[in-house]
């Protein structure tokens, strides 16, 4: 480290937690028993010493004069947060009885909720997956941010497979498409940077004018959920030009034909029509795309929240092997490494434990509806329990006038572990003080690299609070589940978790292991797919096509008439998701949630910048400032995101607008499809109280 170590000092290797693509590796410096640095590893690759805003205050989160550091029972109304403390034993046993009586009647009445609040393999799914597999809960459908992508990338390469990061800094162009690197994929974007000292190109593909648009050469402005469209213009062009590696796509590319006489109805004047773009933007990035050896793509999840972003994923996908760019290894694709992982997810989950049982599944994507329901021979027994961890679903999950409601339902009974009061906490019968990153024991993957990592516990947990798996394997001893499973404790699951394939003693002396892989992946085909070719169409595989949005004037001009704006939801740089909101030095920075809109769009409302804003549809209402700083484009806004709806505006975040309805692919929310309209608050023509 640059800094030095003091005597009292101790430096202790963590990995950041958190749901982005970079997952740093840490140093933690500990002074007496408690933490009074992090910072990013100067040794890991794509670290480099440098770590967000965000993570290097991360022991302020941890020791935030708010931490939950007790479990608390509720004493209030559903919603109000008013809970008094009790010990440990009173909770797990009214928690034990209640889950264990729920279950007697149909196991499958109850739901885990879970998602990524941590990444870890060992606080994230192992000893709360084997609890409800016991148990016979109903499944949950991890699908709230990439199960779109993932699913397209399956069906496309085989896996979440592409690019290493690092080799993006060798690249001639590259195309940031659907991605804000600088706020969300930072580690990347010091490649980028390489690159474009070396001389390369570098074209972001966006609705929004970002900070990351901002420093690239070009930034291409397409409405939001046509990359489908846009790239079905560009395989037009290069099907035009002859700028096609006939011999790659020959080899290595199943069912090219298809798509072939797809692309040729998609001039470049069709598609500049759909993405709200010029016929010569189209063609300028396909002759460059064509022209620059070796061309990158950093494609994110921000494309694939619409309708039709499955599709779109694969018809990106497509491009590197028609221009044969996966020759060289600066060339292709990335949107996750997370399948290069040799993860052991049955040892660690246990699905054995169902036994002959085979649960519903229930989509975390549409809980508002879920918890609405009532019983029915299709859906199964209606939901009687929720126990949510790592996740803060009243504020991120879509749709939120429904999901409140259904964590208000008073015949539900609800368990959340947590480090705050966030606002599904706010709905608990229960809530359970869960260690932060700084206090347990975790192993981690990535989906922008390709290192594993450890965490080890720098300090003690504080208070009375447990990590994730303590929680689960105390709720299994009360519930008398004598499984040896369960006594597994956390260096066990951490050393189960890639089994033989990364040594764990590796993992404790060095921080993290480089997983080895070939430098240029699909250099000759490859794909983990059976025929080793990139599958444009094959058996059960159909030919990716342009998919308008669920709420679009293409798709429902009726609507569009009555919300004629585009909202896309984004987060705000110094938020992780819901997560941060509540660390104050961070909302400050952020100052207050915003709704960036066009000048064009403003003036004919009365909207100046700085108004207090109310965002609406059918659905629901959102509350905010209005922000004309130059990074909307017409007919699209941008409601920054995830604030939790008590520390916003009214008690409302941006999921007041958003509905249910899925993606294409992966059954996935489609959270960029959604239009509203936009009222000056002082103009309104509702009273306001
Ligand atoms: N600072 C910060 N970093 C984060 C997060 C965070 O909340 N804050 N969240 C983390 C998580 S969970 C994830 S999944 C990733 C998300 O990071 P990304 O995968 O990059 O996805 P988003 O941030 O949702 O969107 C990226 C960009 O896509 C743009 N976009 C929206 N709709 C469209 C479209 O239809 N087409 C195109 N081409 N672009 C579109 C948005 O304007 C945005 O600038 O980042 C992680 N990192
Ligand atoms: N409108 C709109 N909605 C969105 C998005 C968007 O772009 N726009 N993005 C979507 C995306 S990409 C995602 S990934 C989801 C994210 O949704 P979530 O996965 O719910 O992410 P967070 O909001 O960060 O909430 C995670 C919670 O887990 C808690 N937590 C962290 N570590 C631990 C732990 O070790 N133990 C326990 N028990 N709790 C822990 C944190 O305190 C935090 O409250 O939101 C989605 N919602
Ligand atoms: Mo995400």
């Not at 291409?220 to 990359?227: E, H, K, M, N, S």
């Not at 003690?460 to 798996?469: D, I, R, Y």
């Not at 804003?613 to 484009?633: H, P, Q, T």
Request: net charge neutral; hydrophobic share 40%.
């Amino acid at each position: 480290m640059s800094s030095t170590v003091r005597e009292t000092e101790r430096v202790v290797r963590g990995a950041c937690p958190h749901d982005c693509p970079d997952t740093c590796a840490l140093r933690i410096t500990v002074e007496g028993d408690r933490v009074t640095r992090v910072q990013g590893d100067p040794d890991h690759p794509t670290t480099h010493g440098a770590l967000c805003t965000k993570v290097s205050r991360y022991a302020e989160r941890t020791y935030h004069a708010e931490r939950v550091l007790h479990p608390l029972k509720r004493v209030g109304p559903k919603g109000r947060g008013e809970f008094v403390r009790v010990g440990w034993d009173e909770a797990l046993a009214d928690i034990a009885g209640r889950l264990a009586a729920i279950a007697a009647r149909d196991p499958e009445a109850v739901v885990p909720y879970s998602y990524a609040g941590t990444m870890g393999l060992v606080q994230g799914e192992s000893m709360a997956q084997r609890f409800f597999h016991r148990l016979g809960a109903s499944l949950l459908d991890r699908t709230i941010c990439a199960s779109a992508g993932a699913e397209a990338l399956t069906q496309s390469y085989g896996g979440k497979v592409g690019m290493h990061v690092e080799h993006f800094a060798e690249a001639r162009l590259i195309l940031i498409w659907g991605s804000n690197s600088i706020a969300s994929n930072l580690h990347f974007w010091t490649y980028a940077q390489q690159a474009k000292r070396n001389g390369a190109r570098l074209i972001c593909i966006d609705p929004r004018r970002t900070e990351t648009a901002d420093k690239c050469h070009q930034h291409i402005a397409l409405r939001p959920g046509t990359d489908g469209a846009l790239a079905l213009g560009l395989v037009h062009e290069l099907i035009r030009d002859d700028a096609l590696d006939h011999d790659y796509i020959e080899r290595y590319v199943e069912g090219w034909p298809a798509l072939r006489d797809k692309a040729l109805a998609w001039t470049p004047e069709r598609a500049a029509e759909v993405c709200g773009l010029t016929p010569d933007e189209v063609r300028g990035l396909a002759r460059d795309y064509a022209a620059a050896k070796p061309a990158a793509i950093r494609l994110n999840y921000g494309m694939q929240r619409v309708r039709g972003g499955g599709n779109a994923v694969r018809l990106i996908a497509t491009l590197p092997c028609l221009v044969g760019a996966w020759r060289h290894r600066a060339g292709g694709l990335l949107l996750s490494s997370s399948g290069w992982y040799p993860i052991a997810h049955a040892a660690l989950q246990r699905p054995d434990l169902l036994g002959a049982r085979r649960p519903r599944t229930i989509n975390m994507s549409t809980i508002g509806d879920e918890l609405l329901r009532e019983a029915s021979p299709a859906f199964g027994p209606r939901i009687e329990a929720l126990v949510v961890y790592n996740s803060n679903p009243v504020a991120v999950a879509p749709e939120s006038p429904k999901v409140v409601r259904g964590f208000a339902r008073e015949d539900l009974f609800t368990v959340v572990l947590e480090h705050f009061l966030t606002d599904t906490a706010d709905h608990a019968d229960y809530v359970l003080p869960a260690t932060t990153q700084l206090e347990h024991l975790d192993v981690h993957r990535s989906y922008g690299h390709t290192s594993v990592l450890i965490n080890e516990a720098a300090v003690a947990p504080l208070g009375e609070a447990l990590p994730n798996t303590e929680i689960f394997r105390r709720l299994a001893a009360r519930m008398g589940y004598g499984d040896a499973c369960f006594a597994d404790d956390d260096e066990a699951l951490a050393r189960q978790a890639f089994g033989e394939r990364v040594r764990f003693e590796d993992l404790r002396e060095r921080g993290w292991v480089q997983l080895p892989l070939p430098e240029a992946p699909f250099a000759q085909g490859g794909f983990p797919t059976p025929s080793g070719r990139c599958r444009v169409e094959a058996p059960g595989i159909a030919c990716p096509d342009f998919l308008p949005n669920h709420e679009s004037a293409l798709s429902t001009p009726e609507l569009a008439a009555r919300y004629p704006l585009a909202m896309i939801s984004p987060p705000a740089r110094n938020f992780l998701n819901s997560s941060f909101v509540n660390v104050k030095s961070l909302r400050d920075i952020e100052g207050e949630p915003l709704l960036e809109i066009h000048a064009d769009d403003a003036a004919p409302r009365g909207i100046v910048d700085g108004a207090l804003v109310r965002v609406f549809n059918d659905r629901g209402e959102y509350f905010c400032k209005a922000s004309l700083g130059g990074r909307a484009r017409p007919g699209v806004v941008n409601g920054l995101g995830i604030w939790w709806r008590k520390l916003g505006l009214r008690g409302s975040n941006v999921n007041e607008l958003t509905h249910q309805r899925l993606t294409d692919l992966g059954r996935a929310p489609s959270f960029y499809d959604c239009l509203v309209d936009v009222h000056s608050v002082a103009a309104s023509p509702r009273p306001l109280g």
